[in-house]
């Protein structure tokens, strides 16, 4: 049985096959980074726009091919050997400036090698999200305690 990992690696490796044909079909202009300490750091495009340069972390539901789930997860923390860690949205180190979801991946035939034939992509400002959360997590705790 393939493990998980390459099954998952040949997933990525053939959305972005397919995600770099539509960016470029928009006019896009973005780098594909390939490299495993950029991709650690929440890289794995670079845009740059009006000689400014941006960060992009593709984002990808793989686990649920031919499916429009209504929800996407982000990666607030987590637990490892015991240890709480920060997840991908809040971790400092990440220099991801937006997040590209990409949501209901529809396959030409069954197997993914055959390819895909259509996809969603969001794109998600990370600084605005995480002023959005904070935003709805003032307002909740405000609303506790005019509650109590």
């Keep these: 049985m393939e493990s998980s990992y390459n099954t998952d690696k040949l997933k990525?490796?053939?959305l972005g096959k397919y995600l770099d044909k539509i960016y470029d079909q928009f006019g896009y202009k973005l780098t594909r980074i390939d490299d495993y300490n950029s991709q650690m750091l929440g890289i794995d495009l670079i845009a740059e726009y009006k000689s400014i340069i941006y960060n992009i972390d593709e984002k990808a539901q793989l686990d649920y091919l031919n499916?429009?789930?209504?929800?996407?997860?982000?990666?607030?923390?987590?637990?490892?050997?015991?240890?709480?860690k920060e997840?991908?949205?809040h971790d400092n180190k990440k220099l991801t400036h937006y997040y590209f979801l990409i949501t209901n991946i529809h396959l030409k035939?069954?197997?993914?090698?055959?390819?895909?034939?259509?996809?969603?992509?969001?794109s998600v400002n990370k600084k605005?999200?995480?002023?959005?959360?904070?935003?709805?997590?003032?307002?909740?705790?405000v609303g506790e305690k005019n509650n109590k």
């Design 12 to 14: 990525e490796e053939i």
């Design 67 to 84: 499916s429009d789930l209504p929800t996407f997860t982000f990666e607030i923390s987590y637990y490892k050997d015991g240890l709480h």
């Design 87 to 89: 997840g991908w949205l």
């Design 109 to 122: 035939e069954k197997d993914i090698e055959d390819g895909i034939s259509w996809c969603k992509i969001t």
């Design 128 to 141: 605005k999200l995480i002023k959005f959360l904070d935003f709805i997590g003032s307002v909740s705790k």
